[in-house]
């Protein structure tokens, strides 16, 4: 009898403490936060080129990559074969910059634009090419955010002078 007047306190406790949790309001200036930064985080580890794993980490196991001119990659085997390939090709080098995180009402999902560059090897030297891009997120059920899409494309090239 004394074990169950102390644990009935007890999981009503747990219980509380779960559905005061679960019913937290989403903070989203914390959450652009720490979206903002794990962004940043994943970028350096791109630019590093050195742990495809770690690379590969930061999308979902159902993302979709849409790179400019190129097929679609679906899934992380297939996004981790896409970095592979890319780390291989002759000075490559990529990082971005993410921007103006958005969510969606509930905090599950977010979306922010942002900038890159891809540097590789040209016949003439390096060459560098700059594009704008969108990344869609998704908090995971362990918390994390994972990007569930990418796609971005060229910059528009400068208008020709008028003669």
Excluded at 66 to 77: R, T, Y
Excluded at 88 to 116: C, Q
């Amino acid at each position: 009898m004394r074990i169950s007047s102390l644990l009935v306190p007890a999981l009503c406790a747990v219980l509380i403490a779960a559905c005061a949790e679960a019913t937290a309001p989403f903070n989203a200036a914390a959450a652009s936060e720490a979206l903002l930064k794990q962004d940043r985080e994943w970028s350096q580890v791109a630019s590093e080129g050195k742990d495809v794993d770690k690379i590969v980490s930061y999308w979902a196991d159902d993302a979709v990559v849409i790179p400019s001119g190129q097929p679609v990659v679906e899934g992380k085997a297939a996004l981790r074969a896409f970095v592979v390939a890319s780390l291989a090709v002759p000075g490559f080098k990529i990082h971005w910059t993410s921007e103006k995180p958005s969510f969606s009402p509930d905090g599950h999902l977010a979306y922010m634009r942002g900038t890159n560059e891809t540097t590789f090897a040209g016949e003439n030297g390096p060459v560098t090419v700059r594009a704008r891009a969108l990344t869609v997120w998704r908090r995971e059920s362990d918390g994390q955010w994972r990007c569930v899409a990418d796609i971005w494309n060229d910059e528009p090239q400068p208008a020709p002078a008028k003669s």
